[in-house]
């Protein structure tokens, strides 16, 4: 265990990523986080996660089973199969539909829609929240609550397919191939892909339009029959907040915070599903961006937050200034800028072959919060500094 402050808190020096403004890193957006974990037959002892209730039970290989009701595969789970061979049969044109039922976050863009349905120019964001929504992937497309996305496309360059839909609206689903063969070979960290759905409404090419944006991240929960054998699983990772509509200040800005990734260490309990929480008041060397918010203990059942933690109201606090997502470093007459919104509740999910991630999303009208942790003995971003947070003994 690393050392615990008996009082607030302390940073260590920490390098980050910058992140830009929201609307304009939807696509793509893969938050970088430095594993961690222990290693097998590290302590804690052996446990039999079978008898604990943490991870959800295995689903049986890969399209072996079928929903009654809409005849697709039901969603695997980490011993079903592994994340080339899913990727790989969700975009062959002749597979298989599969059910999915993710937790995204939620937010509403005003902006102009060109061919296609991509906006074109500025944006803002007037309003946030979450939602959890049943997919169906497959076929090289995606069906989200009835509504479908196909023609499936490479996206100008980005790591990415894109998909068009009916009758007004996209969808994009980002990988990164050569990081899923790397992983195939080296167990490396990343095992969910982003999914970026934008429903346009009263769209007039080149006119106003408001987007319903939902980005989610889907891909195999952790079963109890790959689930780890140790007890404690320590975890590394981003905690990342997004807030403000967006709007021009002047010339001195938009009204948009979001942080530049503070990374904190947990740790999880595979018997009884609690993963520690945190006090986080980090402010970036670079653009004296700070974010402020506590993390509350939570508990998973089945590889999902239980009840009571997903309806944890989290407050989260962003301080900057108003050209801070520029990449400028503040001005002396930069104009300073606050946020605080509420989180309506939390959704997360353990991910992964032995729980290599845990993805958490939390949404309010007013800003979204993303926590992203994997477990540090995959040790991909190995290098890369610890803020020393920790919740009090």
Known sequence: ?????????????????????????????????????????SGGGAVDPRTTGTFIAPAGPLCAKRNTSSHNCIQPTSSSTNELALFEAITDPGGSMIDFDSPGFIANVLGAVGEGGRTNGPTTTPSYGMARRHVQAGR?????????????????????????GHPSGNASFSFRERDLHERQEGHKADVAWSFLLAEFQDVTRGGPSM???????FGLLTDYADAPTVRK????????????????????????????????????????????????????????????????DLEFRNSRLNGASREQRIT????????????????????????????????????????AAIHLVG???????R???????????????????WSDP
């Open 1 to 41: 265990m690393p050392h615990r402050p008996p009082t607030a808190c302390r940073a260590t020096p920490l390098r980050t990523r910058f992140l830009p403004w929201l609307p304009a890193c939807f696509l793509g957006l893969a938050l970088a986080a430095y594993g961690a974990g222990n290693t097998p037959g």
């Open 140 to 164: 090289n497309s995606f069906i989200v609550n009835g509504r479908h996305y196909g023609d499936g496309e490479p996206d100008r360059g980005m790591p990415s397919i894109h998909y068009k």
């Open 211 to 217: 987007a319903a944006t939902w980005y989610a991240k």
């Open 233 to 296: 699983v320590r975890y590394v990772g981003y905690v990342t907040a997004f807030s403000g509509t967006g709007e021009q200040l002047g010339e001195r800005g938009r009204d948009a915070l979001g942080t530049a990734g503070a990374i904190y260490e947990t740790e999880l309990d595979t018997v009884t599903g609690r993963l520690a929480g945190a006090r986080i008041d980090y402010t970036s060397p670079k653009n004296q961006m700070r974010t402020r918010l506590e993390l509350p």
């Open 316 to 355: 989260v606090h962003n301080e900057g200034f108003a050209d801070a997502l520029s990449g400028k470093e503040p001005q002396p007459d930069s104009l300073r800028i606050q946020h605080s919104f509420t989180l309506d509740g939390l959704e997360g999910e353990i991910m992964g072959k032995q729980a």
């Open 363 to 369: 949404g309010g009208p007013k800003g979204i919060l």
């Open 371 to 389: 926590v992203r942790l994997v477990r540090r003995d995959l040790g991909r971003y190995a290098g890369m500094d610890i803020l020393d947070y």
